[in-house]
């Protein structure tokens, strides 16, 4: 860990979380051919706090990826488990782990200078993701009841997956909504960009 930054810890875990929510996507999203890491075409502002984010990824350590980008099987609820971690440390869940919108909205946004021009994005983000993962509620409910199951009487932890969903959703959107004077305009970039516009950024990624 201590080879990490406060920086690169963040990095880590926002790619860790954005390859690991498995979006449908179109058939027309096949894997865009770029070697071009897409954080490169727009650099975000830190959304969450780093020194939380720092220290749910130590408490959940996920896998990293293999070269093939591909993760273990078992990563996932490790990944849910670091979001919710950071949306309790954050009382975006409460204590009873109900969402907290109002919270939710201004944890993402006071990590914003007053005059960003990111505060639109991100505040549009918020409000699509939340309302999403609002639509999405049984399907979350269900992925906890079983897991639950499988796990049996050995159980670890079992963590909300909408946590991942809101943490990944937030941060993909704000990315694809990135204002187009804080864009790269290189060739690769431009068809990121473009790929974007009908597909989802875990398309990217695969
Ligand atoms: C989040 O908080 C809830 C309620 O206090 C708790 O049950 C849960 O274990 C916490 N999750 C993590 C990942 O720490």
Same mark, same amino acid.
């Given at each position: 860990m201590n080879s990490f930054n406060g920086n690169s810890i963040v990095m880590v875990a926002v790619m860790l979380l954005l390859a690991t929510v498995v979006t449908a996507a179109?058939?027309?999203?096949? @894997? #865009?051919?770029?070697?071009?890491? +897409?954080?490169s075409c727009c650099t975000i +502002? @830190?959304? #969450?706090d780093l020194a939380v984010v720092g220290k749910c990824f130590e408490q959940y350590p996920i896998d990293q990826p293999d070269a093939k980008g591909s993760k273990p099987a078992s990563s996932t609820p490790q990944t849910d488990c670091m979001s919710e971690c950071i949306l309790n440390a954050t009382a975006i869940y409460d204590k009873k782990g109900d969402l907290n919108d109002k919270k939710l909205n201004n944890v993402f946004l006071d990590s #914003? +200078? @007053?005059?960003?021009?990111?505060l639109s994005v991100v505040r549009d983000a918020v409000k699509q993701c939340g309302e999403t993962a609002a639509k999405k509620e049984n399907e979350f409910k269900k992925a906890v009841a079983d897991q639950k199951k499988a796990a049996?009487? @050995?159980?670890?932890p079992v963590c909300n997956p909408e946590a991942s969903f809101l943490v990944d959703c937030i941060h993909t959107t704000v990315f694809s909504n990135c204002p187009t004077t804080l864009r790269s305009t290189s060739a690769d970039c431009d068809a990121i960009w473009k790929f974007l516009k009908n597909c989802p950024f875990s398309a990217l990624r695969q």
């Open positions: 179109p058939n027309s999203c096949a @894997k #865009l051919d770029t070697q071009t890491d +897409p954080f +502002p @830190k959304l #969450l #914003l +200078p @007053k005059n960003s021009p990111w049996g009487a @050995k159980a670890g």
